[in-house]
């Protein structure tokens, strides 16, 4: 074969040769067809979508991923959708100036958010409440709750007193339009529920020996799953256990991807995973002792 042809007539993707380098002296074939396919997907695109697209288990994502991370070619975190910038409407100050004249929802919802957060909202920051409320389709009401809760949340993790940016509460409004909270009742049921289980995570981030700082939002959101899903401070501590063995530091998706092998399996205990994990031990076990006990037949012979 005398060399290849790449045909160059077709739309093109650009790679820095740096970041090729990088993926050429790590030699994983994983890593760097997810990070092809990443560069080649115009938008945002969740994990889950990554995973159906290529046909990848979780586990075999995770690890792609993981590598990426360590060498700097995708950002860490486990933000399952495109940040709120790349999707959101532009507006100008004279479309604001419209929406403050002709929308009475919003120009009520403009002087309850400043009463909220203390402050005089400045054109970035009404450019995001409109992006929200008139892009997003979210009511008054329910941008209301969200500013609230965003707030709670702050106080909760920097004291008395402090305030979300706009930027976080939009993020956690588009976190919000992917859980279909566009009324005021689900919105609180929402709330009730995250409520709930905030008086759970102690107990969680003591399986996952983090201590002395507060959970970050995708690290709620991950506890949040779980203790959905129903899995015990115990499993998530045997599962976090695994994480470090392999992976040698905490890495949340790989975590969570175990959890998740152990419920299609049915073990939902630390027992059940014991009893799992020895089964094929006592299989092999067993079909050695009748081999020797075979050969004992045949040698008494």
Not at 266 to 294: L, N, Y
Request: hydrophobic share 35%.
């Amino acid at each position: 074969m005398s060399g290849y042809i790449v045909r160059d007539d077709e739309k093109t993707v650009s790679l820095p040769a740096q970041r090729l380098d990088k993926l050429i002296a790590r030699a994983d074939g994983d890593a760097a067809l997810l990070y092809l396919f990443l560069l080649r997907t115009d938008g945002g695109i969740t994990p889950q979508e990554v995973q159906s697209r290529l046909r990848w288990s979780e586990l075999r994502f995770s690890a792609a991923e993981h590598t990426l991370q360590q060498l700097g070619l995708l950002d860490g975190g486990a933000a399952p959708a495109p940040e709120p910038a790349e999707e959101r409407a532009v507006y100008t100050t004279d479309d604001i100036a419209n929406m403050l004249e002709g929308d009475r929802g919003f120009a009520m919802l403009v002087p309850q958010t400043e009463e909220k957060l203390g402050k005089k909202l400045k054109t970035a920051d009404l450019q995001i409440l409109a992006g929200l409320y008139d892009d997003l389709g979210m009511p008054p009401d329910v941008i209301f709750l969200l500013v609230g809760h965003c707030i709670s949340r702050i106080e909760g993790r920097y004291g008395p007193g402090r305030r979300p940016t706009m930027r976080q509460i939009e993020k956690e409004g588009y976190y919000w339009a992917r859980q279909g909270l566009f009324d005021q009742e689900s919105a609180a049921r929402y709330l009730k529920d995250y409520a709930a289980k905030r008086q759970q995570m102690g107990t969680y981030l003591k399986a996952l020996q983090i201590a002395g700082r507060k959970p970050v939002d995708s690290e709620e959101r991950y506890i949040a799953k779980w203790i959905e899903k129903g899995y015990s401070p115990e499993l998530v501590a045997l599962a976090y256990d695994q994480t470090i063995f392999y992976k040698k530091e905490l890495n949340w998706r790989y975590l969570s991807a175990i959890l998740r092998r152990w419920e299609e399996k049915g073990w939902r205990t630390p027992e059940d995973v014991e009893q799992g994990t020895k089964a094929p031990k006592q299989t092999a076990q067993r079909q050695s002792d009748d081999k020797t006990d075979w050969m004992k037949k045949y040698i008494k012979r």
